[in-house]
């Protein structure tokens, strides 16, 4: 069984970070792409960034690049977002993904997280 276990949100004021992790189990992680998505109340889930299965190439939505940085870690089969210079739209839950059957920036993975919250206060 397929496990993604998000950590790390929380409430943090503007400017602050914050670090997600997210671990993983039941799966071969080093062979898997994994993502972050989030979904802000009443809108739809959204790309943040992706990392490839080796970690060499990452991807970023355009609203977080420069400010977030996605990295993995297959001896501790766990991806990380490091968030940087947080703003109140940055505000969300926060979900991995991992087994992309398409782009990456698509939704379109087979495992998904319960979602972290992270909360910026202006």
């Known amino acids: 069984q397929v496990q993604l276990v998000e950590s790390g949100g929380g409430l943090v004021q503007a400017g602050g970070s914050l670090r997600l992790s997210c671990a993983a189990s039941?799966?071969?992680?080093?062979?898997?792409?994994m993502a972050w998505f989030r979904q802000a109340p009443g809108k739809e889930r959204d790309f943040v960034a992706a990392?490839?299965?080796?970690?060499?190439?990452?991807y970023y939505a355009n609203s977080v690049k420069g400010r977030f940085t996605i990295s993995r870690d297959n001896a501790k089969n766990t991806v990380y977002l490091q968030m940087s210079s947080l703003k109140p739209e940055d505000t969300a839950v926060y979900y991995c993904?991992?087994?992309?059957?398409?782009?990456?920036?698509?939704?379109?993975?087979?495992?998904w997280g319960q979602g972290t919250q992270v909360t910026v206060s202006s």
């Open positions: 039941g799966l071969t992680f080093s062979r898997n792409n």
């Open positions: 993904a991992g087994g992309s059957r398409s782009k990456l920036e698509d939704s379109n993975y087979a495992y």
């Open positions: 990392v490839t299965w080796s970690g060499a190439i990452p």
